[in-house]
């Protein structure tokens, strides 16, 4: 049996369990990756999915066989894995989890650390380093014996919930009725440690991990997956919600209406509240985000950062230009305190302190950032991508041209941006106008163009 190429992603590995990726696939990944970073001590957590468990033991094996001791960290969302990588004495970390994917799916988030610094080990990087070796059986796999290191838990989440509130002036939180949805995954693990703490009141909704994710998809903008937060939102008289999804490391703020917040305009919550406690410092966004969010961050005499779609690259962004934070639209917020890596919890913290402060309703402070109008991002099936970009850039070649991501183009009172996907035949489009009428006669003209 041969490794399976196709679960090697841009900046993970993904796959469905087990067809895809199973316990012999597992158990080469863990051998590769030890042998690739070159760990000696590596530490491993999982999310709730139904088949982390096996993919648990196999890769530990294959870690152990590589001459690398493995440490358990439990069912953790992931920035907990990379706290333990960053605060303790490992050089390297495993998540295993297939973030807001389907249930059907199970995957590798890998990282090293090199110079005191997280590094993210992409899947294609650890596909292509030639240590991957022909597969042992199922069989073989469950006859190998790999000794458990002992790992003190309950240290880990007093260490972690010390690291998150530090974040937080718990003085300065009023007590916010805050409806939380942890989505059945493991958000809810980390919030039971230390929201005893907090004066807000948090309101559980699917706090119990269940890789069947039974009552919406841990994708919190799938259709329908907003469902539960805003009837209870609503029927509580709550402040706001917060929605995490399926690993935790995405988080989606919803207002008192349960109406979701665009995760751009949520970032820039987030910038507003660390510019004013870091003046000066830098703020990574991507290229899809409203052009409100680098206006806004100059007017508040910040420098905004602008990177390619995806957490990696803004990460990147906020690296290169000694960032205090940075995000992205799909509910990823990193912050340079915590090593420079996303955090749901963080998030949730900044977010009780800035509704606590201002104490408009949520719906009126998230309109008087949203000056425009935004599509959300349409897809487009094409086989010839390439000549489909050349076309738009022809058509449009009066406009302010950048290539940054796909094709970006803009007008004095619109701009859009259309970037092929790098794993499927598509093209992702996204539009942006100062009116709505102006948004649907642009979406529909490139709509026209594109097919």
């Known amino acids: 049996m041969e490794i399976n ?5 841009s900046y993970d590995i993904r796959g469905i369990f087990p067809s895809e990726l199973d316990e012999e696939q597992a158990f080469a990944i863990g051998q590769a990756f030890a042998k690739m970073s070159g760990a000696k001590r590596v530490v491993v957590g999982q999310d709730a999915r139904l088949g982390s468990p096996m993919l648990f033991r196999a890769l530990a094996k294959g870690i152990s066989a590589a001459g690398a001791k493995v440490f358990d960290v439990g069912q953790v969302p992931t920035e907990c894995l990379y706290f333990a990588v960053g605060n303790y004495d490992f050089d390297s970390g495993v998540m295993i989890t297939a973030s807001h994917n389907p249930k059907e799916y199970d995957g590798f988030k890998m990282m090293r650390k090199i110079g005191g610094q997280i590094e993210i080990i992409r899947g294609v990087d650890l596909l292509s380093a030639a240590e991957l070796e022909t597969i042992k059986s199922k069989k073989e796999i469950e006859e190998i014996d790999f000794p458990e290191e002992e790992f003190d838990r309950a240290g880990f989440w007093n260490d972690f919930s010390r690291h998150v509130l530090s974040f937080a002036e718990l003085d300065n939180i009023l007590p916010l009725k805050v409806v939380v949805d942890a989505s059945n995954g493991v958000a809810g693990n980390a919030i039971v440690k230390f929201q005893d703490n907090l004066p807000a009141e948090i309101i ?4 119990k991990p269940d890789g069947n994710f039974p009552n919406h998809s841990p994708n919190p903008l799938m259709e329908g997956s907003t ?28 207002d008192e209406n349960g109406e979701l917040v665009s995760a751009d305009i949520t970032l820039l919550l987030l910038a507003k509240y660390f510019l004013q ?6 703020i990574a966004y991507n290229a899809i985000c409203s052009k409100a969010v680098p206006e806004s961050i100059k007017k508040w005499g910040g420098n905004p950062v602008r990177t390619k779609v995806g957490f990696v690259n803004v990460r990147e962004g906020l690296l290169e230009n000694n960032g205090i934070m940075g995000g ?20 949730l913290l900044a977010l009780l302190q800035i509704f606590s402060k201002d104490q408009r309703k949520v719906s009126e ?3 008087e950032l949203s000056p425009y109008f935004k599509s959300a991002e ?7 991508k390439d000549a489909v970009l050349e076309k738009v850039k022809a058509k449009y070649s009066d406009g302010q041209q950048d290539f940054l991501d796909g094709v970006t183009v803009e007008y004095k009172d619109w701009w859009f941006n259309i970037r092929p996907s790098n794993t499927e035949p598509l093209l992702r489009l996204t539009i942006e106008a100062e009116t709505k009428e102006l948004l649907a006669k642009k979406q529909k003209e490139l709509a026209k163009l594109i097919k």
Do not use: V, W
């Not at 992205?328 to 998030?347: A, P, R, T, V």
């Open 5 to 9: 190429k196709t679960i090697f992603k």
């Open 378 to 384: 349409s897809n487009f099936k094409i086989k010839n």
């Open 227 to 254: 469902d539960q937060i805003s009837e209870l939102i609503k029927k509580e008289n709550a402040d706001f919600g917060l929605m995490f999804d399926g690993d935790a490391d995405r988080i989606f703020l919803a």
């Open 277 to 282: 406690k870091n003046p000066g410092m830098a």
């Open 328 to 347: 992205e639209l799909s509910g990823h917020y990193c912050f340079k305190d915590n090593y420079y890596m996303d955090s749901g919890m963080i998030s």
């Open 365 to 367: 402070i998230a309109k």
């Open 204 to 207: 559980p909704l699917n706090f």
